[in-house]
Structure formats: C-alpha cells, structure tokens
C-alpha cells in the first residue's frame, strides 16, 4: 500500500558530494517523521538524521555540518545533501517514514529498500 523508493546513491571520491532522494507514494494519509540511516558492512543500522513534518531536523554527530536533511512535504519526499564525503561514509542508505495510511489509525514505519553509497579514498 505505501512505497517508499530512493534514488541518488552511487560512486564518489572522497571530499565529493551525492544528494539522496527519496519518495513515499501509495496510500499515505500523513506523514510524521522521516530520516536517512545507514548500514555498513558487519556493522550495525545506525541513524543518520531525521526531519519531523514541522521542519525540526537531528543529525548524527559522525555526519553534522556535511550532511543537510530536508523534505518537500507536497511531494513525500525527504531529500539527504552530503557533502565531504569520507571513505567511512560508505554504507547502504535507507529511507525511513513514519506515516499512517488512508483511513488508518496507527502510526507505522516504513523502509526503502536503500541505495549503496561507496566512497573512494
């Protein structure tokens, strides 16, 4: 009923930048909260920042002053700047909404399906 797609991920160079994107489509009535996590390689999903629909935003300290969270709450959209990428910023990328669906009464998580970001030293 609701999807949530990312896009923008790929390869750069240390100290380069990528702009991640990521839409909610489907069934969604409103949305709260929505944020980026990351998760490398035999590590665990950490979060990255996140944007209440009030415009609030909360990062993590690995990632501020580099990264910009912002959404265009028209469009469900939640977008993530990065900015000085490092080679320790390499993980897969995933886009986390908190939303209740049309004529739902619950309030839910929901997950893209990520998008691989490589660093190269």
């Not at 009923?1 to 390869?11: A, C, H, N, P």
């Not at 959209?77 to 990328?93: F, G, H, I, R």
């Not at 986390?96 to 309030?107: E, K």
Request: proline fraction near 2%; hydrophobic fraction near 35%.
């Amino acid at each position: 009923q609701v999807q949530l797609v990312e896009s923008g991920g790929g390869l750069v160079q240390a100290g380069g930048s990528l702009r991640l994107s990521c839409a909610a489509s489907g069934r969604i009535g409103s949305i709260n909260a929505m944020g980026w996590y990351r998760q490398a390689p035999g590590k665990q999903r950490e979060l990255v920042a996140t944007i209440t629909s009030g415009g609030s935003t909360n990062y993590a300290d690995s990632v501020k002053g580099r990264f910009t969270i912002s959404r265009d709450n028209a469009k469900n959209t939640v977008y993530l700047q990065m900015n000085s990428l490092k080679p320790e910023d390499t993980a897969v990328y995933y886009c986390n909404a908190d939303l209740r669906i049309v004529g739902g009464l619950r309030w839910s998580d929901y997950w893209g399906q990520g998008t691989q970001v490589t660093v190269s030293s």
